[in-house]
């Protein structure tokens, strides 16, 4: 062999070498990323974490979360939203309805029954039983039934309750009809509030309206139980009620089908809630949750105030103030201002964030407090009661909308069923409370109590937690 060809063959050789070399190169780092893709899955269900950016030292990686893909809807989802929003609305305006009727006409129940202060004031305890059974009866009912029948079966009860009512029957079984009717209330209350908090598109402005609509219907009872009170037939005021609460149950029973929310939800575009993997009961999540029972006796004190304003500043104007008979549009007045604050306050509530809007709104409302306790005017005291209204009216609204961002969505029905049964509770111990030192010192320790419950109310929202929290 030439020496020539000799060379040629080793040049050749050695660059068979090389290509082969940088084939092997290519091929491994080839092989590296399709097993790193392959295997990110597998990583990832591990509760591994991939980094996409290669690193020379493990320390530094920083796990980066892809964001979430906002969700799309189409108009039919939209449309059907639409339908079990205003369902909710409604079974809330009946709850509005109901807690307004009892101011109005809670001077002709004491006339008619001849009872005191003390004794009259057992509806509201009974209603108090009635809350608390339907609270605690809604966690294992909603996991069993589902949204959809939970809400016929509440709707139901206060139907009946209204028809026991209608006829004005003696006093013991008009006071129980008040527990049944309590109920109905709590269970409704806890799953449309909970249906609501987990709709996707606007949530905050959807939960400050679904409670304006609850205004509503408490601006518009006490105008026709005023007319009743007035009347021969008073208590076929309840009449009108059971109309509101048929109504509501055909809506239910039409729109919902006693479908579970789980199966509702995807009708609107949104996916399902999340499993619960705790290995404790929900009950006991509940109970040993801090945010839950700080927004319990939040929500207590707030709701208890509210229906003791509007429950007893009738009787107040009028023995007080010097009012007449129609005194009892002051309460309408009350409703009406929260009816408007709901929604006309939702500015304000994003300027300021929410957490500061609530002490803000506090010392604004026992500064109008001590107006209505501190100066003998009829007209003063009626005005200064419908803005106490406006600035108390974003306070529930704000609480749900924190409950659906910071628990999860396994415990959130529950949750808000036992947030809103201490609500209701309150709606009975403050009413109660206030009767038993009326009866004692009279009416005028209405103001003082209230002032006393507002201070309350701001120091319990100051030791609700900032940051999100889990379920415990």
């Known amino acids: 062999m030439k020496p020539s060809e000799s060379t040629t063959i080793e040049s050749r050789d050695m660059a068979t070498s090389v290509a082969g070399i940088e084939l092997q190169s290519i091929s491994r780092k080839t092989s590296t990323q399709t097993l790193t893709t392959d295997a990110l899955p597998k990583a990832q269900s591990s509760g591994v974490e991939l980094s996409a950016q290669p690193s ?47 101011g109005p006409l809670f001077p002709r129940i004491r006339q008619v029954y001849d009872v005191g202060f003390t ?42 309750a209204y028809t026991i009512q209608a006829p004005a029957p003696p006093f013991p079984l008009f006071v129980i009809s008040f527990a049944i009717n309590g109920v109905g209330m709590a269970m409704q209350d806890a799953q449309a509030n909970a249906y609501v908090a987990m709709f996707k598109r606007n949530p905050a402005t959807k939960m400050g309206v679904l409670h304006a609509i609850y205004g509503v219907g408490a601006f518009a009872s006490p105008l026709v139980a ?25 809506l239910i029973l039409v729109v919902f089908r006693g479908r579970t929310s789980d ?83 939702l500015w304000v509530n994003k300027l300021v964030g929410e957490r500061n809007a609530i002490y803000l709104y506090t010392f604004l409302a026992i500064g109008l407090q001590l107006v209505v306790w501190l100066v003998p005017s009829l007209y003063g005291g009626a005005v200064s009661i419908s803005l106490v209204g406006v600035i108390l009216g974003p306070f529930y609204p704000i609480a749900m909308n924190y409950c659906g ?68």
């Open 119 to 160: 004794v009259g004031s057992l509806i509201f305890v009974l209603a108090c039983v009635g809350f608390l059974t339907g609270t605690f009866l809604n966690v294992p009912l909603s996991d069993k039934l589902g949204f959809g029948k939970v809400m016929l079966i509440g709707s139901l009860c206060q139907t009946i």
């Open 56 to 102: 020379h030292h493990q320390g530094d990686q920083t796990p980066q979360e892809e964001p979430e893909r906002p969700l799309t809807f189409t108009r039919e989802q939209i449309r059907m939203e639409r339908i079990h929003y205003a369902v909710c609305c409604w079974s809330l305006f009946l709850a509005g309805w109901n807690d307004a009727s009892t």
């Open 263 to 345: 199966e509702l939800l995807p009708m609107l575009g949104i996916p399902p809630g999340d499993v619960d993997a705790s290995e404790h009961s929900k009950f006991r999540q509940i109970l040993t949750n801090k945010t839950i029972q700080f927004m319990a006796f939040f929500i207590l004190i707030y709701v208890g105030i509210e229906v003791t304003i509007g429950g007893w500043i009738v009787t107040f104007m009028q023995d007080k103030r010097g009012g007449g008979p129609d005194a009892g549009y002051v309460s309408s007045g009350f409703f009406g201002g929260l009816t408007i604050g709901r929604v006309a306050l």
């Open 405 to 472: 961002r910071v628990l999860p969505s396994w415990l959130l029905t529950g949750a808000i069923g036992y947030i809103a049964g201490m609500g209701q509770a309150g709606s009975a111990l403050l009413p109660f409370m206030t009767g038993a030192l009326s009866g004692r010192f009279g009416v005028e320790s209405l103001q003082p109590l209230l002032v006393a419950m507002m201070a309350t109310m701001v120091g319990l929202w100051w030791l609700v937690p900032t940051a999100p929290r889990k379920a415990d």
């Open 226 to 250: 005023t007319q009743f009170a007035q009347l021969r037939h008073w208590s076929f005021h309840y009449l009108c009620s059971i109309a509101v609460a048929v109504i509501n149950t055909a």
